[in-house]
């Protein structure tokens, strides 16, 4: 069963009696449920009478209506209004432009605005590689979605994907302070996707690509990199393989194994599988099987693949491993899987490798339950902030973004990558490094500067 957690915080306005007893029967009966109770504020007083907001977390909505009913069946408790925290912190929208400079007279007028913008404008047509210094330029990112291949819910549209696009602008902002804006277009026509970032391009410093389906998503990507002369990055693809590659490099410190010798099944072949696929084989990896719906890609049966997906059959499975995802577990070292939930038993583990390592990245649930895999790995990881070694993007994206507009590189290659995975992976000291901690937490303010500061080398090199 799910846990309570705080995308499903219940804020409940109760009118109760103004005893001990009511009180501490809310928080009983709360906990009764299942919630976690997180807070019981009183809003008001009157005499015999209180107003008392109490916050808890629940599992889902399911479990939030019973906890209303239970709390509702207190005798004197009168439930006033139910609210989700989640949607009232999207009330609005979650991010806001403010100006960096005040006009409080008309001398800031004439300088910001009109006359005396007119000078900054000449300079920007008289050398325009000067917007990169006088305009948001400097340090703004579109993160561009057509909506296709959102979180765990697929083609749910642009206007279904803004709180995403909007959440990754605050994640940019927070972790590496550069400015992102959410663009999310009402097209799903590869064509016109890139005619628009294209056409939009000048006002941003970066493309931050995301939630766009495979396999149209390598194409857009490889053609904006092609034809823009400003970074552009799938994160889907590159920001998952870049956190992947460094919890596996720090994994293998654990278990004292060479990438070089083990061998790696890969469930889920699409963007994110791809991508980590090709990283991991730049590190060194030499023995990757990966298993999409209908088992192992191999060389011998490439029929009806797209060129993506046909180039992975060819370049990876050496042994020509076939059959189901299961089967191949047998003699593997490493697991790693960006698919969907629950594909597994824990009990599927056990015909691994001794000291085994299971990275089951499937969000919100997991491909095989991560306390049961602890069983039978020595080290397992997972897409969730719950559980210990959480493979999040967020690692990656902000600091390489800074990094890149600090530097003003505009090739993101895969020894780019490398040294951002590497970056990541060397926060975490000899002395930190255990079972339990192979990759650092989102809220590890070294990350991004490792990563903003590794790509600073790589460009100096």
């Known amino acids: 069963m799910a846990q309570p957690s705080p995308s499903y915080t219940v804020a409940l306005r109760l009118e109760v009696p103004a005893t001990q ?118 340090n703004t990112v579109a993160v561009v979605t057509d909506g296709t291949a959102v979180l765990g819910m697929g083609d749910i549209g642009p206007s279904a994907a803004m709180p995403v696009m909007e959440g990754k602008a605050v994640l940019f902002k927070q972790f590496g302070d550069v400015d992102a804006w959410p663009v999310a277009l009402d097209t799903k026509d590869p064509e016109e996707i890139i005619a628009i970032c294209k056409a939009i391009a000048p006002a941003y410093g970066g493309i931050n690509l995301e939630d766009i389906a495979a396999p149209k998503c390598f194409d857009i990507e490889a053609r904006l990199r092609e034809e823009l002369d400003i970074p552009v990055f799938h994160d889907d693809q590159h920001g998952t393989a870049i956190v992947t590659l460094a919890a596996l490099i720090n994994a293998l410190r654990i278990v004292g194994k ?42 011998t049966d490439t029929e009806g693949m797209n060129e993506h997906r046909r180039w992975l059959a060819e370049n990876t499975n050496p042994r020509g491993v076939t059959g189901s995802l299961k089967e191949g577990l047998k003699g593997a070292d490493v697991f790693i899987g960006v698919s969907s939930g629950n594909l597994l038993q824990p009990s599927d583990l056990s015909v691994m490798a001794k000291d085994a390592i299971v990275f089951a990245m499937a969000n919100p649930t997991p491909e095989v ?89 790589f460009a100096d090199a």
């Open 21 to 138: 007893k009511v009180v501490a029967a809310l928080v009983d009966t709360a906990t009764a449920t299942g919630a976690i109770v997180t807070g019981v504020d009183v809003a008001e007083a009157d005499n015999d009478t209180l107003i008392v907001d109490l916050t808890a977390d629940t599992r889902d909505s399911v479990h939030r209506g019973e906890l209303v009913k239970a709390v509702q069946t207190i005798d004197g408790v009168v439930v006033n209004n139910v609210g989700d925290s989640t949607f009232l912190a999207h009330v609005g929208g979650k991010i806001e432009i403010a100006s960096k400079y005040p006009i409080r007279n008309r001398r800031d007028l004439a300088r910001v605005y009109t006359p005396g913008v007119a000078r900054v404008c000449k300079a920007i047509y008289d050398h325009p590689e000067r917007a990169r210094q006088l305009t948001i330029k400097k």
């Open 258 to 299: 060479r990438i070089e010798d083990v061998r790696i099944v890969l469930s889920g072949v699409g963007a994110a599988g791809s991508a980590i696929a090709k990283l991991l084989m730049a590190h060194g990896a030499t023995d990757i099987v990966g298993y999409g719906r209908t088992g192992a890609l191999v060389a």
């Open 369 to 457: 339950d991560p306390i049961g895999a602890a069983d039978h790995a020595a080290v397992v990881a997972t897409g969730r902030s719950d559980y210990p070694n959480q493979i999040n993007n967020v690692l990656a994206f902000p600091g390489l973004f800074r990094g890149l507009l600090d530097t003003g590189i505009t090739n993101i290659s895969t020894e780019l990558l490398r040294a951002a995975a590497t970056g990541i992976a060397s926060v975490i000291s000899q002395e930190e490094l255990s079972p339990v901690y192979v990759i650092p937490g989102a809220f590890d303010k070294r990350v991004a500067k490792e990563v903003a500061r590794a790509v600073r080398r």
